[in-house]
C-alpha cells in the first residue's frame, strides 16, 4: 500500500530541545516536501527535495533544516525550537506522472508540534 | 510561478443546500489541481484531482469541480450539503515537478 508515514503525531516540546520528526515514503518518489499549518495560512511549504541530496528552502524555512541521505527519508529537524514553531506538520511525497501528464500526492497523517 | 486563490474563507450552508468553494489559480505549466478536505483534528484527504482527461471531475461523497481554463478556475460544488461536510477545504495546484501549493482553505460552517 502507498504510504507516507511520519512520526511522532504528537510531540510536546520545550525552547531550544532539539528534535526531528520522521517522514518516510514507499513509493520511490523523487519530490518529498515539509509543510507547515496555521490558522488562516493554510499549508506552507518550509523545504522541499527533489532527489537524493537535492534539499531547497520552501516559502517559509528558517528555524528548520532536512536532509535526504536516501530516497526514502526525509526527516524535519529542529535544531534550536521556539515557540512560533508550535504548528501542525505534514510530509509529503509526490511523483509527476509523464506518461499521466499530472501529479500523485500523498501526505502523512501529521504531527502535531507544542513548544513551551 | 503557480499561486492558488480561495476567495472565501468562511462558507456557511443549511443542511440539503449547495455547497460552492471558489478556487482560482495560476500556473506556468498546464497544472494538476486538487480538492483535499480535513476534518477537525484529522489529516488531509483526497476529494478529488484533475488531471485534463475531463474537465468536469467528480470526487468522493457527492462532490465535483469543474476546471475552466479561461476562467483559471477550479471550484468545488456538491448539490446539496450534509452535516458531515463540515470541514476545513483547500484548493492545490501542482505543477510538473510535484511542488503543490495550497490555497489559504475555506472553513464550511453546515447548520440544521
Known amino acids: 500500500e502507498a504510504q ?19 517522514c518516510s515514503q514507499n513509493m520511490n518518489h523523487e519530490y518529498m516536501s515539509w ?11 518550509i523545504y522541499y527535495s527533489m532527489n537524493v541530496e537535492v534539499t531547497d528552502k520552501g516559502d517559509v524555512p528558517e528555524g ?18 521556539s515557540p512560533n514553531q508550535t504548528s501542525l506538520y505534514f510530509c509529503a511525497s509526490s511523483f509527476w506522472s509523464k506518461s ?17 | 510561478a ?24 495560476s500556473s506556468s505549466y498546464s497544472p494538476s489541481l486538487f480538492w483535499y478536505v ?5 489529516g488531509l484527504q483526497l476529494l478529488l484531482k484533475y488531471t485534463s482527461a475531463a474537465t468536469l471531475v467528480k470526487g468522493i461523497n457527492g462532490f465535483e469541480a469543474e476546471f475552466k481554463k479561461s476562467e483559471t478556475s477550479f471550484h468545488l460544488t456538491k448539490p446539496s450539503a450534509h452535516m458531515s461536510d463540515a470541514a ?3 484548493c492545490v495546484v501542482s505543477d510538473s515537478w510535484g511542488k503543490l501549493q495550497f490555497g489559504a482553505g475555506t472553513q464550511v460552517v453546515v447548520t440544521p
Not at chain 1, 509543510?35 to 511549504?45: A, E, F
Open chain 1, 4 to 22: 507516507v508515514t511520519q512520526n511522532p503525531r504528537y510531540l510536546i516540546t520545550v525552547t531550544g530541545k532539539k528534535l526531528t520528526v520522521t
Open chain 1, 35 to 45: 509543510y507547515r499549518q496555521d490558522p488562516g495560512l493554510g499549508l506552507r511549504q
Open chain 1, 64 to 81: 528548520y533544516k532536512v536532509s535526504r541521505k536516501e530516497k526514502r527519508n526525509f526527516p524535519l529537524i529542529l535544531e534550536s525550537p
Open chain 1, 100 to 116: 499521466r501528464g499530472n501529479t500523485e500526492a500523498f501526505f502523512g497523517q501529521g504531527t502535531r508540534l507544542t513548544v513551551v
Open chain 2, 2 to 25: 503557480q499561486s492558488v486563490t480561495q476567495l472565501d474563507s468562511h462558507v456557511s450552508v443549511s443542511e440539503g443546500t449547495p455547497v460552492l468553494l471558489r478556487c482560482n489559480y
Open chain 2, 38 to 42: 480535513q476534518h477537525p483534528n484529522k
Open chain 2, 88 to 90: 476545513e477545504y483547500f
